[in-house]
């Protein structure tokens, strides 16, 4: 029967069309190949195993490739996964797009018109610069493009939820420090990982591109917002200041920071960015568990179990 993955129960024969998220051939303890999946549809996404492969099967189950499966589902260590029997891939030209891809829990509409709010908010002639020109140059992806490809907000607009959340606090945290720079902030929080545009590509699935394998996007942004002051011949020490936001805005060199946060605008931002992303994080980790209970162990949260008190 078609189901979707949040509808998915222990025992359920199942035909459907699902996204191949992750793909990993393995070998078992008797040496024989199998692959360890990840499917996904726009509702969420399960563990799957296909067992005695062959290159017609690696061929099939590539990552991106949208493939009907019929297969059985059973529970595993307190999980659901899918043992696939037989599978094909799907024609691109017959894939319903919206069926695989999460929508963001706010109307992408209001997502857009709060982000200009706080680019219209911004009075520092420099920042405005900086952000309008880049803006302009990475549309509409900033406005589509997912914050992560499986950690948090992995969804169409992802980024744009992201940003906007983060938005959202660094005015509170402005306003609650008054001698925190607000322009500064917002303009570093509205920056910080637009070069997620240049290091994912998609549509379906997104992954990493050559670009984002050999750079990062902390490095592809620095050298965007680095490019945009040179064209607008900005010369104060504000692009100085963005270029560390971004290289330091994961907070500690061991998360992927080349520099530690060294001004307040930074500090916040990084501390802004790491409360964002963990609380969508452990939110994720929490669908489809019951009160009284505990999640799967979390790998972005030091494998931890997450509790989700009674109500």
Known sequence: MEKMISELNDGMHINGQYLIANSAKCVNNVGAAYLNLELKDSSGSINAKKWEV???DEEIFKVGNVVSIEGEVLKYKESLQIKILSAEAVNPSDIDVVKFIKQPPVNKEELIKRFNAHVESIKNEDCRKILDYLIKRLSPKIFEYPAAVSVHHDYASGLLMHTVSMADHGVYFSNYYP????DILLTGILLHDLGKTIE???PIIYKYSLEGRLLGHISLMVSE???AAEGLKITSEVPLLLEHMVLS???QIEFGS???PMTKEALLLSMIDNIDSK???VEKALEGVKPGEFSSKVFPLDNRFIYKPKE
């Open 179 to 182: 001698d925190v720079d607000k």
């Open 279 to 281: 609380m969508v994080i």
């Open 54 to 56: 062959s290159l017609q």
């Open 258 to 260: 080349p520099v530690l």
């Open 225 to 227: 917002i680095r490019r």
């Open 200 to 202: 994912f590509e998609g």
């Open 249 to 251: 805005h994961h907070g």
